[in-house]
Structure formats: C-alpha cells, structure tokens
C-alpha cells in the first residue's frame, strides 16, 4: 500500500483565501493522520497573473496557521516541459488531436449555444480529420480525445458516488496554440509526478477530475483517491470570494484573531467529531477523517469565529498570551516599550476579560502603554470641582500607602464616598478618567495596582486635570 501524499496547489494569482486556507488544512491533517507526506504546490503557470509577493503570502499564511508543508514548495511552471511531452505522449497513442479551429470559429459556436440556451461543447470538428486536410501557417491547439459513449462514476470519499454522462465532457484543450499546458494537464502530470495518492479539494473541481481521470486513464497511471469538500458560503448564502471583507488569513490576524483559534474554527467548519468543539493540535491530527466532512455548504460566521478566539484567551497560558499580544503590537499598533512590558505581563489577567481580540487587550492595556494620558475629550469635561477634590484627596490618601492592594485601597475610596456624600461611581468615575483618559475600562483597583503608586500620583496630579 502507498504512502498516504496530498498536496495543496494554490495559484499565485492573489492573497490565499480562507476556503483555501481550510482546504490546506483537511489536507495536512489527513496526510498527518496516516503517516503521510503534505505538499504545497505553486501552480504558477499563469505567468501574467502569478507574482511573488502572493506566493509569500500564501507561504507566510499557511505557517501562521500551523500548516507546515513536507520538503521544498513546488513549483509548477519549472515542470512545463514534462506536461508538453505528456500531450505529444497522448497525441501519439491517439488519445489527443491536433484542432486547427480558429477563435471565431469557437466564439461562434459559443454564440449558438447561448442562443439555444444550452452549455456549450466544442463540436469536435476536427477529432477525426486526417493530417492532411490540415490548413497551413496555423498553430493547432491540442485537445484530449474525451470518451463520447457510456457514463463515469467518481467514487467520491465525501460525496459518495458521483455518476457522468461522458459526451457532456467536452474534448478539452490540453495545449494552447502557443504550446502552453493548460491547468487540467499540468495539475495531471504534476499529481502522477508527486505519487500524491489522495487529492481533497473543492467541489467546484468536480468536473476537472472527471477531466483528469480521463487522462490518468489514458496514460495507465493508478488513479488516486479523490475528495470533494462543499465550498464556505457567506451568511448570506453566497459563494465566499476574495473579494470578500475578511476572506484572507491577513484580515482576521489584523483584529487579533490568533492562529490557534482560527485554525480550530476552520477545523469544525464543515468537519464534526462527536460533540466536541475545541481541539489542540494532537487532537485534531489524531482525530481527523473525511467521513467528519459535511455535504453541504458552510456559512462562515465572524461572531462564531470571536467566540472561539475568546476561548483561547481565556484559556491558554498567559505568557504565550503576552507573546501573541506583543507581537501583534508590534505588527499592527506599536511595539510594546520594554519599561511597560512587566505591568503588562501582571495585568493580563483582568485586561483579557471579555476580551474577544489581541486587538482588545491592546486598547484595554493602552492606559499602561502610554507614557502620557489621552483624555477623551467629552469624558474630561465630566471633571467638575467636586471631582477635582476626589481626585486629590485621594492622591494625598495614596501617599501613605506602602503596599497597593484591593484590601489597603478599599478603605480610602470608602472614605471618599462618605466624607464627599458621592457613591462608588462618584469617586470611580473621576479616578478613572484621570488614570486612563476614559471613563470606560477595567476596574478601579486594577487600574491602580497595574500602574503602581508613582505613576498613579503623577497622573492623579496632571496640570490638565486642575
């Protein structure tokens, strides 16, 4: 029995998008799950289209998800001259032909079976035309002699057995006239090449398969198993595109969605194991199987996606926490300054509550990050003279405090409610603005133990707020 290889063949044509992303992952997981090989090739034949900066990306996004590929990527236009030697292969053992119609000729039959209202097949003029009744000065495109009678069956590993007439495939272009290979070949011999015994894909490809196992067939190679995952669908129904706001890997690292949780969320979309819903790694590795993978399309959900994140902040170890936050700051806001990084670290655990995002920490530590206060400039006006006195009362109360705690900080902001006849938020409120720039953010005490007693004097008594 081979050894289990499936690879994933992204173009280089544009960011990688999040079905693509998930259709990596069923890949690696399955290839991890039996011991076998994942590759990632890089169908870059598309020679105006492909550039490096999307191959990067594509590279960068599938490592920042955990999807790491066996050896070096593939490169696909480096292996041209084997596809063209497969099509003179094929043509020589009459399983292609050589087709001199020209662009008009096709457009025209395009034309009449838009005017019939039916899908358009190349009428095979010249499937069975000798050589010598071909015109000169004419570059021939070379077409694949598809089978006319009887039907197909695809033996499906998700979508069971799929069943085609054959004469609805038509006889497709295997070589253009500038002798360029065209996707369903190069895809074929690059598959054959690799040994890649599982091909699990979108089920937009299910006729190109059909294509493929024609020209397997043709070319006595063993055909490998193949698999067709339903496509993600927005929340409106539609097929997700790259055009679509938050269809790249880029979009979701950006709010500070982290890899762990986004990776889980693609795991359970459109695969099930039980009821489960999180799993590490190990776990998803050691469970994963396509007979989990769901028939219908998957409605990517944002608010689903913000759940799981929140689960993996609350849950994983604070220090990894830091060093995803730190990076992303770095990344995206501004790096974290390394006399900041320590109150950091010791508040993380009150600044990740009801945080759903790297990028909500960020903005409830910003009080600690800044060296400066930013008052909003509605919750500054809120600073009347009976504030004013809360404020430096309790400047000149903190003063003697040796140790900063809820217990030695509870008794003064009691003191403070009694003897300025106020409540918690009248004496909250004004501390908070001061401290942070907001009346919004985390608790009073936390607040005041995570910047210390010196920072807390400085900015209780800040010339902006007399």
């Given at each position: 029995?081979?050894?289990?290889?499936?690879?994933?063949?992204?173009?280089?044509?544009?960011?990688?998008?999040?079905?693509g992303v998930r259709t990596a992952l069923f890949n690696w997981l399955y290839s991890k799950n039996k011991n076998g090989s994942f590759y990632l090739r890089i169908e870059d034949t598309d020679k105006e289209r492909s550039k490096d900066e999307y191959k990067n990306q594509i590279i960068n996004s599938l490592k920042w998800i955990g999807v790491e590929n066996d050896g070096e990527?593939?490169?696909?236009?480096?292996?041209?001259?084997d596809h063209i030697n497969i099509a003179n292969e094929l043509l020589k053992n009459g399983h292609a032909y050589k087709c001199y119609c020209s662009s008009d000729e096709i457009e025209?039959?395009?034309?009449?079976?838009?005017?019939?209202?039916?899908?358009?097949?190349?009428?095979?003029?010249?499937?069975?035309?000798?050589?010598?009744?071909?015109?000169?000065n004419i570059n021939p495109t070379i077409r694949f002699k598809s089978k006319i009678e009887g039907t197909t069956i695809l033996k499906d590993l998700v979508q069971g057995d799929v069943e085609i007439e054959n004469n609805t495939i038509e006889d497709f272009i295997i070589l253009r006239n500038d002798g360029t290979p065209t996707y369903n070949l190069s895809a074929s011999v690059d598959d054959h090449q690799m040994n890649i015994t599982h091909i699990i894909r979108g089920d937009d490809h299910k006729i190109n398969t059909f294509k493929q196992m024609q020209i397997y067939l043709?070319?006595?190679?063993?055909?490998p198993s193949f698999a067709?995952?339903?496509?993600?669908?927005?929340?409106?129904?539609?097929?997700?595109?790259?055009?679509?706001?938050?269809?790249?890997?880029?979009?979701?690292?950006?709010?500070?969605?982290?890899?762990?949780?986004?990776?889980?969320?693609?795991?359970?979309?459109?695969?099930?194991?039980?009821?489960?819903?999180?799993?590490?790694?190990?776990?998803?590795?050691?469970?994963?199987?396509?007979?989990g993978i769901g028939k219908s399309p998957s409605k990517l959900d944002m608010s689903r996606i913000l759940s799981m994140n929140e689960h993996y902040i609350k849950n994983i170890d604070e220090i990894d926490l830091f060093d995803q936050l730190a990076e992303y700051c770095k990344l995206y806001k501004s790096e974290i300054k390394s006399d900041k990084k320590d109150?950091?670290?010791?508040?993380?655990?009150?600044?990740?509550?009801?945080?759903?995002?790297?990028?909500?920490?960020?903005?409830?530590?910003?009080y600690i990050m800044v060296d400066e206060v930013n008052f909003n400039q509605d919750d500054i006006k809120l600073i009347d003279d009976k504030a004013k006195?809360?404020?430096?009362?309790?400047?000149?109360?903190?003063?003697?405090?040796?140790?900063?705690?809820?217990?030695t900080l509870e008794p003064i902001v009691n003191e403070l409610i009694k003897s300025n006849d106020t409540n918690f938020?009248?004496?909250?409120?004004?501390?908070?603005?001061?401290?942070?720039?907001?009346?919004?953010?985390?608790?009073?005490?936390?607040?005041?133990?995570?910047?210390?007693?010196?920072?807390?004097?400085?900015?209780?008594t800040n010339k902006k707020l007399s």
């Open positions: 029995m081979k050894k289990v290889a499936t690879r994933f063949a992204p173009s280089p044509t544009g960011p990688l998008h999040i079905g990527e593939y490169i696909q236009s480096r292996k041209i001259d025209e039959q395009k034309k009449r079976a838009k005017q019939k209202k039916i899908p358009y097949i190349y009428d095979r003029k010249w499937r069975d035309k000798s050589d010598s009744e071909a015109p000169k043709a070319m006595k190679w063993d055909l067709h995952i339903p496509l993600i669908h927005t929340t409106e129904g539609k097929k997700l595109s790259k055009r679509d706001r938050a269809s790249t890997l880029d979009d979701y690292s950006k709010i500070g969605i982290m890899p762990d949780a986004l990776r889980n969320y693609l795991l359970r979309l459109g695969w099930s194991y039980k009821d489960k819903e999180i799993f590490t790694l190990d776990e998803s590795i050691k469970h994963f199987n396509l007979e109150k950091i670290k010791k508040s993380l655990n009150f600044l990740k509550n009801k945080a759903k995002t790297l990028e909500d920490i960020f903005n409830n530590g910003q006195k809360v404020i430096l009362d309790f400047s000149a109360k903190l003063s003697n405090v040796d140790k900063l705690s809820k217990e938020k009248g004496v909250g409120q004004p501390l908070r603005i001061a401290l942070t720039g907001s009346k919004f953010g985390p608790g009073i005490y936390d607040i005041i133990i995570s910047l210390g007693k010196e920072e807390v004097i400085k900015r209780l």
